[in-house]
């Protein structure tokens, strides 16, 4: 009995150790783990801040396109206006040429018939003066050789006699004097109205080419846009080509791939062709290519744009599915070469994508109804000037 209570005693005194070994190790694994969470909720808070910063950034460049486009619009309809404006002013620069031609013309005639009653007036007068002279000796004449005054004389009635010079003369005046009542009255007007319209020419001259000249800066403002906005996708098309054939080719283990244009002359409204020659294949369409193969060459131009602009992240859900485990492993190689620059968060089913990641999460249900998080962080190890060293990355690979 004594026996069997000593083997029953050293029994419970082993259990009890071993009681308390699980519980210092459960203590420890919760410790471990509480320290995982505070961990996971760090890292939370700042995807949660590069989330908000990304969004703020893209608002931003929205309202700038917007903007760019309100104002392309507004240029435009400007430019609308300035050529109506413009046709408008030209219409009535015309119009008022033509009047001021008539004018001028008129002018000219007006003058030219005052200058002829001028010389006539002018002739007249000399020659009434010369009759007053004329006048004034025969009435001294008449006084000294007759002894008659001329007044008497005057009063008498002589016959007219055909021919008279006298009678022509007052004739011709009669005319002329007919001829000055039915012209009416100079205007005295017609210089200052004449200065008016020059004035009102000359300021309409100068809103024309104000207007040609707003309309020449508008246009040169387009021009300058357009070659802008030409050069920039220029540029970005050809690094994105090559991008994207250095990336098919490793993918693929050979092969090539390019992009090109269906209008190279209009590339603003040119749509893009993509060709794609898969190791032993024929250049083709890539409509006539297989299922993986689409979904490969898709993400030869997903990490070709990628490289040209790249991202604090990037998030690929079950991009794999169709891929073979060779491709799968080329991918992997891939996106963990560009994991220094880019945290990659990918959704996949491939244990050799999982074998890639440096962290990885999963979900399980052990009990009916009840969804469990696991995550598992693998340790890789990589050479570094002849020793080794331990790199833990903070990447995550999410894993429905």
Request: aromatic residues 4%; glycine residues 6%.
């Amino acid at each position: 009995m004594r026996k069997e209570a000593q083997q029953a005693a050293a029994s419970v005194s082993a259990t009890l150790a071993g009681l308390e070994e699980r519980s210092r190790g459960a203590e420890a694994a919760f410790a471990r783990i509480d320290r995982m969470y505070g961990d996971l909720e760090r890292r939370v808070n700042q995807l949660e801040q590069q989330l908000a910063a990304a969004t703020a950034e893209e608002q931003q460049r929205t309202r700038e396109n917007e903007q760019l486009a309100v104002d392309r619009e507004r240029l435009a309809e400007e430019r609308r206006s300035a050529l109506e404006e413009a046709a408008q002013s030209t219409e009535e620069a015309r119009v008022l040429r033509e009047q001021l031609k008539e004018l001028e013309h008129n002018l000219k005639a007006l003058r030219s018939e005052m200058d002829t009653f001028r010389e006539a007036r002018s002739t007249r007068s000399a020659q009434s003066a010369k009759l007053t002279v004329e006048i004034e000796y025969m009435e001294a004449a008449c006084v000294s050789d007759l002894g008659i005054e001329a007044g008497p004389l005057r009063q008498e009635e002589l016959p007219r006699l055909e021919g008279d010079p006298l009678a022509e003369e007052e004739e011709a005046c009669r005319g002329l004097k007919q001829k000055l009542e039915a012209m009416g009255p100079v205007n005295m007007m017609a210089l200052e109205e004449y200065q008016e319209t020059a004035d009102r020419h000359g300021f309409l001259e100068t809103q024309r080419k104000d207007l040609m000249d707003a309309i020449e800066n508008t246009q040169s403002t387009i021009r300058e846009i357009d070659q802008i906005t030409r050069q920039k996708f220029d540029e970005a098309f050809a690094a994105i080509n090559e991008n994207f054939s250095t990336t098919f080719t490793s993918l693929f283990g050979g092969g090539q791939a390019f992009m090109r244009l269906t209008d190279e002359e209009n590339t603003a409204e040119s749509g893009i062709d993509i060709v794609a020659s898969p190791p032993g294949k024929k250049l083709q369409n890539v409509l006539l290519l297989s299922g993986g193969e689409k979904a490969l060459t898709a993400l030869s131009l997903l990490v070709g744009i990628f490289k040209h602009a790249p991202s604090p992240f990037c998030v690929l859900d079950e991009v794999d599915a169709p891929l073979d485990e060779t491709n799968v492993g080329r991918l992997a190689e891939m996106l963990k070469g560009m994991s220094s620059e880019t945290q990659f968060l990918l959704v996949t089913h491939s244990k050799r994508m999982m074998t890639a990641a440096d962290l990885i999460y999963g979900v399980t249900m052990q009990e009916p109804g009840v969804s469990k998080l696991v995550s598992v962080r693998l340790a890789h190890e990589e050479p570094n000037h002849g020793r080794t060293r331990e790199r833990v990355q903070e990447r995550k690979l999410a894993m429905a």
